[in-house]
């Protein structure tokens, strides 16, 4: 397992004082639908996804845009092949089991490493979008585990 997972980058004010009220209208990458009963079961609240490159074999790096409503997060998983997340909108955490949750906000990278429980997903009063790159995927696909709380999520 990795020590530290969260690379911070420099940010400029402009990203910290945008208007997050505003974030689902304001997106770099297309928002896309409402995220399909196959991924929505697994999370708490709504969310929207658009592949920005798909699964396939030639490439073997599935990228999607994920975009979160306030509040909403996804279920504990691991990923296999592992994850890396690049946060591109709004405030949102990240938290691997037994470790506090981080703040993420955007220009932040997370690595994820294969087999690590965590989740993330949105603030509670604000909209959340980051980009998804699975690693690795012919490890095989997330497995997904119980939902954050929301006593684990008040908590935070
Ligand atoms: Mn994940």
Redesign the pocket.
């Known amino acids: 397992m990795t020590d530290q997972s969260l690379t911070r980058v420099d940010r400029d004010k402009e990203d910290k004082n945008m208007d997050k009220s505003n974030l689902s209208e304001s997106v770099i990458f297309p928002k896309g639908e409402e995220l399909p009963e196959l991924f929505s079961k697994y999370f708490s609240g709504k969310a929207w996804l658009s592949m920005l490159v798909d699964r396939d074999n030639e490439f073997n790096c599935p990228i999607g845009n994920v975009t979160f409503e306030p509040g909403c997060r996804?279920n504990w998983?691991k990923?296999p092949g592992g994850?890396i997340l690049l946060v591109t909108g709004g405030c949102g955490y990240y938290q691997e089991e037994g470790k506090p949750a981080q703040e993420l906000n955007p220009g932040d990278v997370v690595l994820?490493a294969p087999n690590v429980k965590?989740w993330?997903g949105a603030a509670p009063d604000s909209w959340f979008v980051h980009l998804?790159v699975e690693t690795n995927v012919n490890a095989g696909p997330?497995e997904w585990l119980e939902p954050v709380t929301d006593e684990e999520y008040s908590n935070l």
């Open positions: 996804n998983h990923h994850q994820i965590h993330h998804s997330a």
